[in-house]
């Protein structure tokens, strides 16, 4: 046994990921939920997640709210769409997506769906054309990296131009916010969801919802939920100095706060993207190499995470994923519905080395256990 098979496994997916020792660590010591320190704490976690946005606290406000991901996604949607004479548009790539419109139906919203083929982006047209269709939608829904493949759908085009319409607007950037720049205030975006345990780097354990103020000021009453009221979650920490509504998950806000701080050390969010992008090339063109196709094309490509189809029709991805494993890394099953794939993520505390090391793993089982012919 070498040394990596001592070292737990690295996660290569997308969240939970692979956290940095000093995240884990700051998990060591119990807080109380009233102490002052705590409250300053989610206060300035708070104000550096509207920073990473470039946004400014005049209009936008990060609420933090317990649960995964999927819980700062059905607050978001369950506050900001009015209980009478709304109807959210959801424009649907892949399973992030389906998930938000089960979260409609849920909660009996009225909505209308774009569906659009998980290898396609979704287009300003395309969200147009059925608006010019449907006058009476008033809000909009859509994922910015569609985690099912890694797709990165083009908001900086879509959001605003309904922003000038008067639509507000959702994006679930669960899989992208602090991975890839995002400009809350040139995006003109009303609610805008990530979560602990994505790009930042911290553990699981609350989702975030960057939103406008001017929008949120205006969606008390809407909440469908008292747990996931997100008015009142916002009420409460600004009226308590920072504290939270309910229990709060002390030791991830503390974990959470400690990876704020690494990602600054890193050189903030232009650095990490490029590492991750750096990670997603090298990974890529290196599968590629060895004959492993794409789902999607590289121009729509994220740099979060990779999908790949299946090398042959019988592929046993189980006893991938088990050889992987029991090598050091931890990938990802596939979730598009139309072709048998796999991910890989590039995210979380992962380096090129990494990368290499990965894909000489790859290279000898390809070759060794697939005997498939593999290029130079
Ligand atoms: C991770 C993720 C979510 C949230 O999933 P949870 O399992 O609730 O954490 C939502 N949307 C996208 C795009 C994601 O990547």
């Known amino acids: 046994m070498d040394d990596q098979q001592h070292k737990p496994p690295l996660l290569l997916t997308p969240g939970p990921l692979t956290t940095s020792s000093a995240v884990k660590e700051a ?44 819980f700062g996604v059905e607050a978001a949607i369950g506050t900001a769409v009015p209980k ?40 300003l047209t395309a969200v147009e054309e059925v608006l010019a269709a449907h006058p009476e939608i008033t809000h909009f829904a859509v994922v910015h990296c569609e985690t099912t493949t890694g797709i990165l759908n083009p908001i900086e085009s879509i959001i605003p131009a309904l922003a000038a319409k008067g639509i507000i607007t959702l994006v679930d950037a669960m899989s992208s916010f602090g991975g890839v720049p995002i400009d809350l205030e040139q995006l003109h975006v009303d609610y805008l969801i990530t979560s602990s345990n994505k790009c930042i780097q911290g553990v699981p354990g609350f989702s975030i919802v960057l939103a406008k103020k001017h929008t949120l000021l205006k969606a008390k009453g809407n ?33 959470f706060a400690e990876a704020l701080r690494e990602l600054d050390q890193e050189g903030g969010v232009s650095v990490r993207t490029h590492r991750y992008q750096t990670n997603e090339t090298l990974l890529r063109e290196g599968m590629q190499d060895l004959g492993y196709e794409l789902v999607i094309d590289k121009s729509v490509q994220s740099p979060i995470i990779t999908s790949f189809k299946f090398p042959m029709t019988d592929f046993d991805f189980r006893a991938f994923y088990d050889y992987l494993k029991d090598r050091g890394f931890i990938i990802y099953p596939g979730k598009v519905s139309k072709c048998d794939s796999f991910r890989i993520g590039n995210i979380g505390e992962v380096s090129a080395e990494d990368i290499h090391h990965l894909l000489d793993l790859i290279t000898t089982y390809t070759k060794e256990t697939l005997q498939l012919p593999v290029g130079n």
């Open 27 to 70: 998990m060591l010591v119990d807080h109380g939920t009233w102490d002052d320190d705590y409250k300053a704490l989610t206060q300035w976690v708070r104000h550096e997640l509207v920073t990473i946005g470039n946004a400014s606290e005049a209009d936008y406000t990060a609420i933090l709210m317990q649960g995964s991901g999927s």
């Open 84 to 123: 009478k004479g709304a109807t959210l548009l959801i424009a649907a790539n892949g399973a992030y997506g389906d998930r938000m419109i089960e979260i409609a139906e849920y909660l009996a919203i009225p909505h209308v769906v774009l569906p659009v083929p998980e290898d396609q982006v979704v287009t």
């Open 223 to 255: 909440a469908r939920s008292l747990a996931l009221d997100l008015y009142a979650q916002y009420q409460t920490f600004e009226n308590h100095d920072g504290k939270w509504r309910f229990t709060s998950p002390t030791h991830v806000v503390y974990a």
